[in-house]
């Protein structure tokens, strides 16, 4: 099963799903008004339109950014207002989704999401971006939860291991986002009709498909409180920071891809979007392809080539930065961390010393920490050097994954 974070900056949309694994009563049945293909196209819908929503956000930063006079430290430290928010419904979402249901839940904060994000276009100065950032954070975290706890049921209802096409069905949403955004830059389309755009056609959807999402039965028990976090120990420190340094890189790739192809590789302002476009065009085709990946090389096997990929591609971004290596670069390093928090937590489940969802928390908790602090530490590094060495920074993470996959033994 993937496992994988929608929300980051994004990029953190990936981390704070997982969360919602872990308050799922094993004796809730599902209630299916659908049949499973239905119920299938329907989860994905919503996972598509999410990527939709946030790659809106993320194509727009170099606007944001141009139009407000911000340097990169600026910047950076406006981008912590987005996981600021999440931090803020993190230890509550969860909750709300067990005693709501996740399609209650989902059909009430999808629409909240697509709305909020309209709200970012009518910031005209720094805090008045972040304010609404905080509440897009907020938004999108109580959305994140309900949906990939929609997911799992709808998994689970299927019959087969499909939670990896559900996590492909939101990047693929996220390349839509950043083409649907390329396409209104040029056409000179202003930010807040854009927006309104992206959310008439989320709550069209949620018109259309909430229908068809699942039902739970309230649980008759309450699941045994347990503490909300535990210190990792042994291989989940190790797989805990492999995932650090795959969402480190995913941020900032999220948050200053468009940025670097505009300031690094001068493209004009109205197609630096490119940048982002190619590295979620690879992190999809990846994830799509993981399965077959993981049957042909194994897990080790394959993070340790998707380190050593990542440090390529961004190698090649940094020394080499005209359009056509940079967008090679992009395109690899999307494809090296496709698959590697997926595979993390897979890892991470499946130990038998500790319970698979207490595992993947302790997992998820070190690696959630490079959302929080990843994309602004490039502004403040860059704004004291330049893009190029923050982005070169961020090429050693890669190195990392690799050197310290071969101190995990425990990989079936």
């Given at each position: 099963m993937q496992l994988n974070l929608i929300i980051h900056t994004s990029v953190l949309e990936e981390s704070t799903q997982d969360q919602a694994l872990l308050n799922i009563p094993e004796n809730k049945p599902v209630l299916a008004p659908s049949s499973p293909k239905q119920v299938r196209f329907a989860i994905s819908a919503f996972y598509f339109m999410q990527g939709v929503c946030f790659a809106s956000w993320a194509s727009r930063i170099p606007t944001f950014k141009a139009s407000m006079g911000l340097n990169d430290a600026e910047l950076g430290s406006i981008l912590f207002a987005l996981p600021a928010g999440q931090i803020m419904t993190m230890f509550f979402s969860a909750k709300l989704t067990t005693h709501f249901g996740s399609k209650k839940m989902l059909t009430a904060t999808a629409p909240m999401y697509a709305i909020a994000l309209t709200f970012l276009a009518l910031a005209n100065t720094g805090w008045q971006l972040a304010a609404f950032l905080v509440l897009f954070g907020i938004t999108g975290n109580l959305c994140n939860i309900a949906l990939n706890t929609q997911g799992v049921a709808g998994e689970n209802y299927y019959g087969k291991p499909i939670m990896s096409s559900f996590h492909g069905a939101w990047s693929i949403g996220n390349l839509t986002g950043a083409l649907i955004a390329l396409g209104l830059v040029n056409l000179k389309l202003g930010m807040y009709a854009h927006f309104w755009i992206i959310a008439g056609i989320s709550l069209t959807n949620v018109a259309f498909n909430s229908k068809k999402l699942l039902n739970y039965n309230k649980p008759d028990t309450l699941a045994e409180k347990t503490r909300f976090f535990t210190m990792p120990q042994g291989i989940l420190v190790l797989l805990g920071l492999i995932a650090f340094c795959s969402m480190a890189t995913e941020g900032t790739m999220f948050d200053w891809s468009a940025i670097y192809f505009e300031d690094v590789v001068k493209l004009p302002h109205n197609r630096a979007i490119i940048g982002y476009a190619s590295f979620m065009f690879m992190m999809a085709s990846g994830r799509f392809l993981g399965v077959y990946l993981i049957g042909k090389f194994?897990?080790?096997?394959?993070?340790?080539?998707?380190?050593?990929?990542?440090?390529?591609?961004?190698?090649?971004?940094?020394?080499?930065?005209?359009?056509?290596?940079?967008?090679?670069?992009?395109?690899?390093?999307?494809?090296?961390?496709?698959?590697?928090?997926?595979?993390?937590?897979?890892?991470?489940?499946?130990?038998?010393?500790?319970?698979?969802?207490?595992?993947?928390?302790?997992?998820?908790?070190?690696?959630?920490?490079?959302?929080?602090?990843?994309?602004?530490?490039?502004?403040?590094?860059?704004?004291?050097?330049?893009?190029?060495?923050?982005?070169?920074?961020?090429?050693?993470?890669?190195?990392?994954?690799?050197?310290?996959?071969?101190?995990?033994?425990?990989?079936?």
């Open positions: 194994g897990r080790k096997n394959l993070l340790q080539i998707s380190g050593a990929i990542i440090s390529i591609g961004m190698a090649l971004a940094v020394i080499f930065p005209n359009l056509f290596v940079a967008i090679i670069g992009f395109m690899l390093i999307g494809l090296g961390v496709s698959s590697i928090v997926p595979m993390v937590y897979s890892i991470a489940g499946n130990n038998k010393k500790v319970p698979a969802g207490k595992a993947i928390t302790m997992v998820s908790s070190i690696g959630y920490f490079a959302f929080l602090f990843g994309p602004p530490l490039i502004g403040y590094i860059s704004q004291l050097s330049s893009l190029r060495y923050s982005f070169g920074i961020i090429s050693v993470f890669g190195l990392l994954i690799t050197f310290v996959i071969t101190k995990v033994k425990e990989i079936n």
